[in-house]
Nanobody, 122 residues
Framework: VQLVESGGGLVQAGDSLILSCAPT????????MGWFRQSPGKEREIVTA????????NYADFVAGRFTISRDKTKNTMYLKINNLKPEDTAVYYC????????????????WGQGTQVTVSS
């Protein structure tokens, strides 16, 4: 499974953004999916994850209600909406998918995208 992220770019603090993640070649409707991010000089960290049917989600503490993960199984696509962007949200955002179950806090994923850069100016 190859995952492709889109929707990143240069935005201003306070703006909103929607990132998308879609696979090429295969469906991920039966996969747990998540978003990770890596800021300059920092380790990659999990942002959020969503269950196979989209009924359950989990968010990192730093999200503070500004991020929303969703998925559209008919489009085989996952989304991340970020509201009230802050300069500290500047990072490369990666989507990931895994076929095995387990808690949404799990950090081990089978498939990764190449990432999309989000840069927030103050």
């Amino acid at each position: 499974v190859q995952l492709v992220e889109s929707g990143g770019g240069l935005v201003q603090a306070g703006d909103s953004l929607i990132l998308s993640c879609a696979p090429t070649g295969r469906s991920v409707v039966n996969h747990i999916m998540g978003w990770f991010r890596q800021s300059p000089g920092k380790e990659r960290e999990i942002v959020t994850a969503i269950s196979r049917d989209g009924s359950s989600t989990n968010y990192a503490d730093f999200v503070a209600g500004r991020f929303t993960i969703s998925r559209d199984k008919t489009k085989n696509t996952m989304y991340l909406k970020i509201n009230n962007l802050k300069p500290e949200d500047t990072a490369v955002y990666y989507c990931a998918a895994r076929i095995l179950g387990g808690p949404l806090t799990e950090l081990e994923y089978d498939y990764w995208g190449q990432g999309t850069q989000v840069t927030v100016s103050s």
